[in-house]
């Protein structure tokens, strides 16, 4: 059975960077199209980027030349770094399994003014 879990999240400053981390039992993340997502209070969940299986990587404009996404192919995980962070970043960040039911919990991140 396949369980994604996220973890990373924190409060951080404006300007400051965080790194999320997304591992994902039962499955090999190198294997399949993974995806960070995030849903703000009173928003609609949003799509923040994605890497394919071949390792191609795309960002949601909002977070393009500051996020990354990248994985560790040995390890099994997946991660979101994030520079620059401002206050509208603050959300709860999810990793997910492309076009599937598999989603994580959410991991929380608030950037403080």
């Known amino acids: 059975q396949v369980q994604v879990v996220e973890s990373g999240g924190d409060l951080v400053q404006v300007g400051g960077s965080l790194r999320l981390s997304c591992t994902a039992s039962g499955m090999r993340v190198s294997r399949n199209h993974m995806a960070w997502y995030r849903q703000a209070p009173g928003k609609q969940r949003e799509l923040v980027g994605s890497v394919t299986d071949y390792g191609e990587t795309s960002y949601a404009d909002s977070v393009k030349g500051r996020f990354t996404i990248s994985r560790d192919n040995g390890k099994n995980m997946v991660y979101l770094q994030m520079n620059s962070l401002k206050p509208e970043d603050t959300a709860v960040y999810y990793c997910?399994?492309?076009?599937?039911?598999?989603w994580g919990q959410g991991t929380q991140v608030t950037v403080s003014s």
């Open positions: 997910h399994v492309w076009n599937s039911a598999y």
